[in-house]
Each structure stands twice: as structure tokens, then as C-alpha cells.
């Protein structure tokens, strides 16, 4: 089937030659890193995880959304999402490769990567993160080539599949709720010491994810004959609106507990990210960007008038996906280590080589979106407009 | 063809598979390795170390650093010269930071805004080593949590996980950036963490650590917590001391006279 990659239009070609160059200059600045080290990076000895960890963080949890349409289809017969769970496994293999990506050009020695396997440690959650994401790029790279093998035979799935794809269902809350375990077991670092990380977490996926689901939808529908009809976009945008929903109700319960309570090193964090400490404020701005479009958002899904107008939902889509971006891959990660253990407040702002590098990256995963959409829709005769 | 494309893809991939999962199953039986390699006869042994830093006797010697430039000396300890690729195994902390949790306004002059020294406290329940993916970081049974560098894979979790700074990371290459490079120590690449290893190569010949010979007030005193006629634990019972935030539950070694 990998073969119906090969043969695109000129519009196509010049997209993935586009990327490629991307994903070269990515390269090419990854050796420069591999040569000099992490000290390329924005990255210091009290900000000791930045742009990569954020994105891997990040891109877990849009990973984990295919699951939003696995579940109603599988799980509840809900035919209406018949040809929006390839996408959405599609989609799902790309985000993890793009995370296990992120997770190696993060490595200080990527060459050793291997020991996590050759000296395997139950007690990290790191551990069990590489099982959790690697199970999850495995069952759904099966289900999903199994699932398209059968539909361009005209023929019904094998019936051992169901099994494995009901797994996958699980499995997808699993690597979100391992990726979490990371931060929030780390009693030294109070940002992300709270049980209600995982339920954020979650939360933000299955808005962000879904989110990115329609705004994929909506170019395919531009530039080729893909057209899944008005029902499933707009189920997927009821599932966004209660997601996005409780991804800002968990936020003000963070709020509530770290100020009403008064513990000074539970606001720190907040107050760093929100308002900045001692002149020091680079997120500021960006934090703010977030919950502006977060409400923005919710005000476009909360009224079903425009939620159920496609130029609205566009927009709300791109904001919610915005919103999750700027939370989760920018200030999450880096808001846990300021200020440092030892109170004091250094800032950390991505380098470009370090952009380039991670820019590089998600090249790679746009890349490997485009070639599955251009199979699963050659595979329908849906590629040409 | 009975040997397509996708069947040798599926055998090399099963191969690799079991290849990978085999060997470590084959190293937990056939590793038999003692943590204390050393039979050195006159090697200082305990059975958990443990170290008190008198800061009044600290504070005797106005910028006295002596403990720290021995230290990073003798450690192969580079000085990059800017706070974002620093790497440092003990320094002077000011009061208030090292002790964050014993925020107090009024606090006596003799310690306020006063450096503190701090180090790795080789916790007995270290979260370093318990989020360490490779066992690269690893708690002796005498008490040391130490560092395999040649294992680290650079991660950075166990600089997350500690709750007192301690560790550093090499950001870049160390080796242009020390001043005289001591033969008898190893010297880090760039890309793995590194930390106060309560100077077990000293102990494994009979040395105390380098801190503790260097500091001619005798204000950092290590010993043997399991032994109750030790030096540390004499001081230990005669005076009031405190830890860095035991509220986590670490339960750090390092214990401060103040």
C-alpha cells in the first residue's frame, strides 16, 4: 500500500519537498547540538527541561485523542465515525514517533539510549513510558493497516482484530496518565505535584487532539474528495466542548487550592507564570494568549449556533488547539522549574537552533500524516478533487 | 516467493525483539558483582554515611571557600564561568535558600543572609534514584548515592526529581573548562549529570573526603550514623541540628548545626 505515496500532483510533491527541507534543517542543526551538546539549547542548570520535554508532553496527549473516535465507533457501534477512525490512528502514529523523537534529541547521550532497555527499571516512570508509547505506536499501526487491507479488499476486518482494537482504548489513557506520573510523583517540584495533573492532562488531550482531528478534516476537504459528511464534525465538536470545558475547570481548581489554601510554594509557580516574580516575566504574555483564546473558544462552543457553523468551528478549533499548545508546550514544563528548588528565578527561552531542531521534528510528523492520508484516501479513491 | 518481504520484516523484527528483552533476563543471572570493589585493608567502611556541617565553626572564616575549591579540584570539576552551563558538587548557598522552608523574617543576625555550604545529601529514600531510567544513579548499601557515568544517557528526570538543586548536567564538553586536570580522577563527557559522591574513591583508601580534610575549622565532620561512639553521632546528640526540607520525606544525611 506504500506505494500509493509515490504518486501525487504537483501540489502534493512540493508539500512533502517542502517539509523535507525542514526536517533537513532540523538535521543539520541536530548534528551541530549532537556536537556541541544540550548547551545549544536555551536549557540551563535550573531549567533542565524545556521546548523538547513540552512537545513530547504535548503531542502524547494528541496521540492519545484518537481514542475519541475509536471509543464511539468501536465501543458503541456509532457508524457515524466509520471513516474518521483511520484518521484518527493515522494521526495517532504520527504524534507518538514525533514523541519518541522529541524524548532522543532531549537525551544528553542519545548513543545510550539503549540502556533503558539493556538495565530495565521498574521504578521510573520513564520506563514505563517507553512501554506505554511504544505498545501504542504498535496496536495502532496494526489496527490500522489491518482495518485499510480489509477495506481495499471490500472485505470485513478479521474478527481477532476487535479484540486488539478494544485494547487500544485503554492503552491510549495509559500513556497520558504514565506521561503525567512523570511530573506529578516528584515531590520537590510543587507546580506539578497534584493529583489533578492527570485529569488535566487528559482532559486538554481529548480537546486538543479532536480539535486538530477537524481542522485535518477541513483541508482534506479543500484539497481532495475526503468528506466524512456534517454528523461526525459535529459530534467531535461536542466532545471538544466538554473536554475543553473541563480542561478549564480543572485549571481553576488548581487555582483554588494553591491560593485559598495560601501555601506559599504552591503559588510560586502560578504566580511566576501568571503575573511573572521580581521583573522576571517571560511567559507572561503567552500564558495570558492562552486564556484568552481558552474562553474565546468556549464562548464559539458553548453557542450551538456557531459551533455548528464550520467557519466558527474552524476557529474555535485553532484556538483550543492554540490554547492547549501554548499551556502545555511552553508553560508547563518549564513553570515546574521556575522558581529552582533553591527559590531562585532563572528564565529560559528556546534557542533557534533549538526551534529549528523541534521544528524539524514536527516536519517529520506532518510528513507521515500526509503519506497515511494519501494511502487511506487512495485506498477510497478519494485523492483527486 | 515463500519468504516475501513481509515475512523476513516480521522474523528480523521478532529477532530484534527478543534479542533486546533476552539480555538483560541473561545479566540478572549471571551478574554476581559486590558494590564495594575495593580491598584496600585500611578502607574506611560504614554502614550508613553521613555527614554534619557545623555552619557557627562554617562561619568563622569570613569567604572561606576552602572545602569547595578542593573539592571541585581534586573532582575535575570544570568552571565554565556563567550560571547556565555551571556544574558545581558543593557552594555556598545563602541561608534563606538552602533553607527555604525555614522562611523567618527576623532570624538572628549571625545566620541571616549568611552562606550555607551545600551539597548532595545522599538521601536514604534519594527520588534521583528512584526515577533514574538506566539505574545510572544508585544508592550503595552503605548510604552513598552514587553515579555511573558511563551509563547515564543525560535525561535529566533525577535533576527534576531532587529537591535540593544538586545535581548538574554537562551541557557541553567539560574538559576545555578545567583549570588542571587531576590524572587520578575520571573527567566527564558532555551530555551526563554529575554530583557530590561523598568522595568514595578517597574512602576506598582510607582518606576522608576532601571537603572534610580541607576545612581547617573542622566545621564538616562525616562518619558512620549506625555507630553510636562515632564523631557524628556524638555531635549529633550534643547539639541542635537541622535538614533541608525532611518534610519530602527523603530523609537526607546531611545534617546542619546552626
Known amino acids: 500500500m506504500l506505494e500509493k505515496a509515490l504518486y501525487g500532483d504537483r501540489r502534493y510533491w512540493t508539500w512533502v519537498i517542502f517539509l523535507m527541507t525542514l526536517m533537513g534543517i532540523g538535521f543539520l542543526f541536530y548534528l551541530r547540538q549532537l556536537e556541541y551538546g544540550l548547551g545549544i539549547t536555551g536549557l540551563s542548570r535550573d531549567v533542565t527541561w524545556g521546548f523538547y520535554i513540552a512537545q513530547f508532553t504535548f503531542l502524547v496527549g494528541v496521540a492519545a485523542s484518537a481514542v475519541m473516535v475509536v471509543l464511539p465507533y468501536y465501543l458503541h457501534d456509532y457508524k457515524v465515525f466509520s471513516k474518521m477512525t483511520i484518521l484518527g490512528e493515522f494521526l495517532a502514529i504520527s504524534a507518538v514517533t514525533m514523541c519518541v523523537l522529541f524524548v532522543v534529541i532531549d537525551l544528553g547521550q542519545p548513543m545510550r539510549a539503549v540502556n533503558i532497555i539493556l538495565h530495565p527499571t521498574p521504578s521510573s516512570i520513564i520506563f514505563w513510558d517507553l512501554i506505554v508509547l511504544n505498545g501504542y505506536l504498535v496496536l495502532n499501526a496494526l489496527i490500522s493497516r489491518v482495518t485499510l487491507d480489509a477495506e481495499r479488499k471490500s472485505i470485513a476486518p478479521p474478527k481477532w482484530i476487535k479484540p486488539i482494537i478494544i485494547l487500544s482504548i485503554p492503552w491510549a489513557i495509559s500513556i497520558h496518565t504514565v506521561t503525567a506520573f512523570i511530573y506529578c510523583g516528584l515531590g520537590g517540584r510543587p507546580f506539578w505535584f497534584t493529583a489533578i495533573l492527570t485529569p488535566r492532562f487528559l482532559a486538554s488531550a481529548f480537546a486538543s487532539g479532536p480539535a486538530f482531528l477537524i481542522l485535518l478534516v477541513m483541508i482534506l476537504k479543500k484539497f481532495t474528495k475526503f468528506d466524512p459528511g456534517k454528523e461526525p464534525i459535529f459530534k467531535l465538536s461536542e466532545i471538544i466542548t466538554y473536554a475543553m470545558s473541563l480542561n478549564v475547570f480543572f485549571i481553576l481548581l488548581e487555582l483554588f487550592t494553591a491560593f485559598y489554601s495560601g501555601m506559599h510554594e504552591h503559588q510560586q509557580s502560578f504566580l511566576y507564570l501568571f503575573f511573572g516574580i521580581d521583573g522576571h516575566a517571560r511567559l507572561v504574555p503567552w500564558i495570558w494568549t492562552s486564556i484568552i483564546l481558552a474562553v474565546f473558544s468556549l464562548i464559539l462552543l458553548f453557542n450551538p449556533k456557531t459551533r455548528r457553523n464550520e467557519k466558527f468551528l474552524t476557529i474555535a478549533c485553532i484556538s483550543v488547539f492554540l490554547s492547549i499548545w501554548i499551556d502545555k508546550g511552553i508553560g508547563m514544563v518549564v513553570a515546574g522549574f521556575v522558581p529552582s528548588p533553591l527559590g531562585k528565578v532563572t528564565e529560559y527561552w528556546p534557542t533557534i537552533p533549538e526551534a529549528l531542531i523541534a521544528l524539524g521534528v514536527y516536519a517529520l510528523g506532518f510528513l507521515l500524516i500526509t503519506i497515511f492520508y494519501k494511502i487511506a484516501l487512495s485506498v477510497r479513491g478519494e485523492v483527486a478533487k | ?258
Not at chain 2, 548499601?141 to 545535581?167: K, L, N, Q, T
Not at chain 2, 573548562?177 to 568514595?200: H, L, S, Y
Open chain 2, 1 to 258: 516467493m515463500s519468504f516475501d518481504r513481509r515475512k523476513f520484516i516480521k522474523i528480523a523484527g521478532l529477532t530484534t525483539i527478543v534479542t533486546l528483552t533476552g539480555k538483560p533476563v541473561f545479566d540478572a543471572i549471571a551478574a554476581d558483582s559486590p558494590l564495594n570493589v575495593s580491598t584496600e585493608p585500611n578502607r574506611l567502611t560504614a554502614k550508613r554515611w553521613a555527614m554534619a556541617v557545623n555552619t557557627k565553626k562554617c562561619l568563622e572564616k569570613e569567604g572561606c571557600t576552602d572545602c569547595i575549591t578542593a573539592c571541585h579540584h581534586i573532582h575535575n570539576v570544570p568552571d565554565f564561568g556563567n550560571p547556565k552551563d555551571e556544574v558545581k558538587w558543593i557552594w555556598h548557598e545563602k541561608y534563606e535558600n538552602a533553607f527555604l522552608d525555614q522562611e523567618n523574617e527576623y532570624m538572628e543576625e549571625k545566620l541571616k543572609d549568611k552562606p550555607v555550604l551545600v551539597f548532595c545529601n545522599h538521601c536514604d529514600n534519594p527520588p534521583c534514584v528512584r526515577v533514574c531510567p538506566t539505574q545510572a544513579t544508585f544508592r550503595r548499601e552503605d548510604g552513598i548515592v552514587m553515579m555511573d557515568w558511563h551509563r547515564c544517557i543525560g535525561c535529566r528526570y533525577c535533576v527534576a526529581a531532587c529537591p535540593y538543586g544538586s545535581r548538574s548536567f554537562n551541557w557541553r564538553d567539560p574538559r576545555p573548562f578545567i583549570k588542571e586536570i587531576v590524572p587520578d580522577f575520571p573527567t566527564r563527557t558532555r551530555g551526563v549529570v554529575e554530583k557530590c559522591t561523598f568522595c568514595d574513591e578517597r574512602l576506598a583508601i582510607g582518606l576522608q573526603p576532601a571537603c572534610v580534610e580541607a576545612c581547617k575549622e573542622k566545621a564538616l565532620v562525616f562518619g558512620d550514623l549506625e555507630d553510636p561512639k562515632s564523631e557524628i553521632r556524638e555531635l549529633l546528640k550534643a547539639n541542635f541540628s537541622i535538614r533541608r526540607k525532611p518534610a519530602l520525606g527523603t530523609q537526607p544525611e546531611v545534617y546542619y548545626i546552626v
